[in-house]
């Protein structure tokens, strides 16, 4: 494939995470069974804990079941898990689940070896960077606390889930985030592996790019954005206003 450099002025940088700053493989392969194996016996060690209630309420919102029994949430969290459903109470118990298998070293964020350098490139530059994934926020600051290149949170400046910004195909989403950071949609750049979500933010009036990984079955065509296969690949200069 031809090298493909991309120059870009803006703000702040937003990064998705699985596939673009991590490989999908470690979430599907690593981070997804271990939460998966624990869900049962998380739910039955925390019972009557806020945080149990908590993900008790938004299951029987969620389904429409008002005197659903634990045992039955478990079933659903269960069926979720299976299909990757991302739904709000389950990335939050995964989000539980996987703090605790990062503190006791279990558990490790995989991030590609070109992310690093690049967080630190952007911070010498003065561009601040965010993630937004559909991992929960605690999620996403432990898989960044705990990298084989150390605690990179420092160089981040704020997280964003479905819950605080919304799905992330819905230009909507990226309207509320650009709020939250207090810069303008054209300010602002978004990587992504996922056209859908890339779609989402050029139609908030972003910046885009879609990041395809060397390992990554899909190739490196995604229709109506710029591709690179690593943030080595991307140039940015600090906008003006
Ligand atoms: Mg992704």
């Not at 992504?192 to 009036?205: C, F, P, Q």
């Amino acid at each position: 494939m031809t090298r493909q450099y991309l120059s870009v002025r803006v703000g702040a940088v937003v990064l998705d995470i699985e596939g673009t700053t991590g490989s999908i493989s470690h979430v599907r392969d690593v981070l997804f069974p271990y939460a998966r194996k624990r869900i049962a016996s998380w739910m039955r060690e925390n019972r009557s804990s806020t945080e149990h209630l908590g993900i008790m309420h938004s299951l029987r919102d969620l389904t429409g079941t008002a005197d659903l029994s634990e045992e039955a949430a478990i079933t659903v969290l269960h069926g979720w898990a299976d299909h990757d459903v991302k739904a709000a109470p389950l990335k939050t118990l995964q989000g539980w689940i996987w703090a605790r298998g990062y503190a006791t070293g279990e558990l490790s964020g995989h991030v590609y070896p070109d992310v690093p350098e690049a967080l630190s490139r952007w911070e010498e530059q003065g561009i601040a960077c965010y993630i937004y994934s559909s991992g929960s926020e605690s999620a996403q600051r432990e898989w960044f606390s705990h990298t084989a290149y150390g605690d990179l949170t420092r160089r981040l400046s704020g997280y964003y889930d479905l819950t605080s910004a919304g799905p992330k195909f819905e230009p909507l989403s990226y309207e509320t985030i650009s709020t939250n950071i207090g810069m303008p949609g054209k300010q602002i750049l978004f990587a992504s592996d996922v056209a859908e979500e890339l779609n989402g933010a050029r139609d908030a009036g972003w910046h885009t790019v879609a990041v395809r990984r060397q390992d990554d079955e899909r190739g490196a065509d995604v229709p109506g954005h710029p591709v690179i296969t690593s943030f080595d690949d991307l140039h940015l200069d600090v906008s003006a206003e």
